[in-house]
Each structure stands twice: as structure tokens, then as C-alpha cells.
């Protein structure tokens, strides 16, 4: 008996971790890979709470974010690799070619 | 039982993420986003989503992962340098990421008695399986949105080929 209450308060953590991550990390992969730990901690609370109210939705809805989440891992990391092949650098502070 | 389970994958799940955001290697990162996400599967598991705990192995821990280590071993990524736009960073986004935290467990735990508790294994008592459940709305209600993601799908693949030629 786990109230629903600590799984939405992990879910924040690693959401907060998540975020932390995506400011701090400079590599454009690892900036990446927290995009992907922020919506698996969606995930959690989507299914933490689909289990409180006794319903499959927030589980389709958490399918239909892993669908998403796959497209969006495979064309970000093309984009990744063009723009490697572009500027030879994966540092995001050195892809600043719109700034100024 | 599920109390023990809790603790044990929460904390290890919080591990795998402070550990990403720790990591200077792009491979220990991802080796630890890993962690977290087969943690998630044993917790998604006692909350009685047994197909999505499946469908997290297999497509995020299998799938979009060996993609991410795929990537990260062509394109040779050694460890990433501290910079001053990364200064700022901690100065502005630690505090933020800290304050949107506060917040929200505040609510959650404000709200603690009317969210309830769970039950390991979920509701579904009544002989009908997760995974009959889910498939059931998925093909009879939802059909239209399962078949659009399959056009998501088929975009996603042609501008991934196109976006990786060589001659962009």
C-alpha cells in the first residue's frame, strides 16, 4: 500500500533532474537523452494515475508517448548526425551559428 | 511487499538520474538512462501496467537506447567540456529545477489523503488481463489515432533517411 502521492513525487524528481540536465549538460546527445528521461517521468505519472482512477487511458496515452518519443529519438539524432557532419562538433556552445 | 519494491526502484531510478546528470561521457550517461528506464518498467509492473512495463523494456531500454549508444559511438563523443555558458547555467537552472520540485510535491503531498493508495498488481481483478483491456480500446475506440501513428511512423523513418544522407 504505496500512496499514489509518492509515485507522482518521484515522478517530479526525475522530471526536475531531467530539466537540471537538459540546462546544465552541454553535449547536444546528453541534452537529448534528458528530453528522454523528462517524458518517461511523464510516463509515471500517467500511469500512476490511470491506476487511481481504475481506467486504460493514461496507459494508451503512455503507449502513444513512447510512439512519439521513438519518431522523435530517430529523426533528432539524423538532425544530430547532419549537424555533426556540419560543424564537427557535438558542444552546443559552438553551434551558435544563429546567435548575434 | 510493494512498499519494499518502491523504495528499492525509486531510489534507483533517482540514482540512475543524478548519475546522468553527473556523468562527463556520453556512454555512462547513457548506460545510466538505461537504469532508470528499467527501473520504471519494474515500478510501471506493481502499479499493474504489465504490457507497458514490457513496452518499455523492449522499445525504450531496447530500441531507442541502442539508437542513443549507436549515435554516440559513430559520431565518436568523447566527454563533454565545461564552459562558461555552463556556469550560468547551474546558476539559473538548479535553483528553477528546484523551485518547479517544491511545488509540485507540495501539491502531491498537500493532496496525499483524496489520491488514495495502490493496490501491487493494479485493479484489474476481475479476470480480464491489462493487455486485453488496451487492446480492446486501442483497435475498437482509438483505431483512428493507432493508424494515424503509423503514418507518424513512416515520416519519422523517410526524414531520418533523408536528414543522415550524406549529401545534405
Known sequence: MVPIAYYLILAAVLFCIGIAAFLIKRNVITIFMSIELMLNAVNLTFVAFAHMWHQVAGQIFVFFVMVVAAAEAAVGLAIIIALFRVRQTLNVDQINLLKN | ?168
Open chain 2, 1 to 168: 511487499m510493494q512498499i519494499a519494491l518502491f523504495i528499492i526502484f525509486g531510489l534507483l531510478a533517482v540514482a540512475g538520474a543524478l548519475n546522468l546528470l553527473f556523468q562527463r561521457h556520453p556512454i555512462n550517461s547513457a548506460l545510466s538512462l538505461i537504469v532508470v528506464m528499467m527501473s520504471l518498467a519494474v515500478l510501471y509492473f506493481s502499479l499493474g501496467a504489465e504490457f507497458l512495463a514490457a513496452a518499455q523494456v523492449i522499445v525504450y531500454a531496447g530500441a531507442i537506447m541502442v539508437l542513443f549508444l549507436f549515435v554516440v559511438m559513430l559520431l565518436n563523443a568523447g566527454e563533454e567540456e565545461r564552459t562558461h555558458g555552463s556556469k550560468s547555467a547551474y546558476i539559473a537552472g538548479v535553483p528553477g529545477a528546484a523551485a518547479v520540485f517544491c511545488l509540485l510535491s507540495f501539491v502531491f503531498l498537500k493532496n496525499k489523503a483524496a489520491l488514495g493508495t495502490t493496490q501491487l498488481g493494479g485493479y484489474l481483478n476481475n479476470a480480464v488481463s491489462n493487455l486485453t483491456d488496451i487492446s480492446h480500446s486501442l483497435f475498437t475506440n482509438l483505431l483512428l489515432p493507432f493508424e494515424v501513428t503509423s503514418i507518424l511512423i513512416l515520416v519519422a523513418i523517410l526524414g531520418a533517411v533523408v536528414l543522415a544522407r550524406k549529401e545534405l
